[in-house]
């Protein structure tokens, strides 16, 4: 079981929180595990291989889609029981599963603008957990936009929030058609990262 | 009309190197800069400049004769008539980009010429080109080099992010051309 921080006990503030964030809901939990769980989860993610992924939207690396260690396979498991219930409760969104990948930014890989939202996909919450770095990244930040829709297309991006990604820090946001947001180029070091996202 | 099939024997991708003179494009930046940038910036598509257009009919008609010239299947065959359907200018600096899903839709075959106006080579900074996903045409940042696509329906493009880690922009003038009957 995945042990999780203190951070987590006070579930009515962080469901104000969750309900009062702009420019879309979402969550900013620090201390999100406890400090032996984030050194067990280290150990596991630093064994599963990453590739390169480039598209015109991102360059990056990351694990397999599905975890090819049983030990990620088990942590993944141990995500999923430790945090839905509780992010269930906070969001009051109806989570079962979710899956996860860990990534690592480099210098110069980004993640550019895009909602995360796809028909047919279920995405209900989005999520970023910032493992600790070897050598912390500058740049590499999660900005949040203020999007208007109409005719279903986004007609106005404004940038609205930044997002550091400092070590044992969970952002949670829910997915939807204006959920639009980025991970900033990483400029110099290392942005490690579990990510994925949340299904009915 | 003609098609451009009728015209050439597979379909065109190619970089002319040296295309334009660094004198040249220097003059072409400046007017453009002159006639004034506007900025896109819904960026779940893009983040750019542009100059929706251009007025650069001289360095258009040049261009597609550079083009028509390139593609004649052998040496001796006629040139044939290619007349410039637009034109636009793209300046992209650091942290700029155009995704594949803002890229304009061909569903007739024509050529697009890009030609890189840059003061200096911005690493990084491309054009890619896929059919059916895949990457058939990287145009690398190259002053004064012109890249020669015949497009259809098939065809995407996207315009590489650049790299807040340098300082450069890099300005493209971007055609589309038809093949007129002789």
């Given amino acids: 079981m995945l042990r999780l921080g203190a951070a987590w006990d006070d ?10 964030a702009r420019p879309f809901p979402h969550l900013i939990v620090d201390g999100a595990l406890a400090d032996d769980a984030v ?3 280290l150990a596991v993610v630093d064994e599963e291989p990453v590739w390169p992924y480039e598209a ?18 088990a942590l993944r498991a141990a995500w999923i029981a430790a945090l839905t219930p509780r992010l269930a409760r906070i969001t009051g969104a109806a989570i079962g599963r979710a899956d996860l990948r860990a990534y690592a930014y480099r210098p110069g890989h980004y993640l550019l603008p895009h909602t995360d939202h796809q028909a047919g996909l279920d995405r209900v919450l989005a999520y970023a957990y910032y493992l600790p770095s070897p050598a912390p990244p500058r740049g590499g930040e999660l900005e949040l936009y203020r999007c208007e829709v109409a005719a279903d297309e986004l007609v106005v991006t404004e940038p609205a929030a930044v997002i550091a990604p400092a070590p044992n820090r969970l952002v949670v946001f829910a997915v939807g058609t204006a959920s ?8 110099d070091g290392v942005r490690l990262s579990l990510a994925g996202w949340f299904y009915p | 009309m003609t098609d451009l099939g009728e015209l050439f024997t597979a379909r065109a991708a190619l970089v002319v190197p040296a295309a334009i003179g660094a004198a040249a494009a220097a003059e072409a930046r400046a007017r453009l800069a002159r006639r004034g940038y506007a900025r896109y910036a819904l960026v779940d598509r893009g983040s750019y400049d542009v100059v929706a257009e251009p007025d ?3 360095l258009c008609a040049a261009l597609a004769a550079l083009a028509a010239d390139r593609l004649r299947p052998t040496p001796t065959a006629p040139r044939p008539t290619l007349a410039v359907v637009d034109a636009r200018a793209l300046r992209l600096g650091p942290g700029d980009f155009v995704l594949a899903h803002h890229d304009r839709v061909h569903e007739d075959r024509l050529l697009e010429l ?3 106006l840059s003061a200096a080579p911005v690493a990084g900074a491309e054009v890619h080109y896929r059919r059916g996903g895949q990457l058939y045409h990287r145009v690398a940042a190259a002053p004064g080099a012109l890249s020669i696509v015949e497009r259809d329906g098939g065809v995407t493009c996207h315009h590489t992010y650049v790299s807040r880690r340098q300082p450069d922009a890099v300005v493209r003038l971007v055609l589309r051309l038809r093949a007129l009957a002789a």
């Avoid at chain 1, 015109?56 to 396979?73: G, K, V």
């Avoid at chain 1, 639009?180 to 400029?187: A, D």
């Fill in chain 1, 11 to 20: 579930e009515p503030a962080l469901a104000t929180a969750w309900r009062a």
């Fill in chain 1, 39 to 41: 050194a067990e989860l």
């Fill in chain 1, 56 to 73: 015109d939207l991102f360059a990056f690396e990351a694990t397999a889609p599905e975890p090819t260690t049983a030990e990620l396979r």
């Fill in chain 1, 180 to 187: 639009l947001h980025q991970v900033r180029e990483v400029l």
């Fill in chain 2, 56 to 58: 650069e009919a001289a």
């Fill in chain 2, 114 to 116: 890009v030609l890189d």
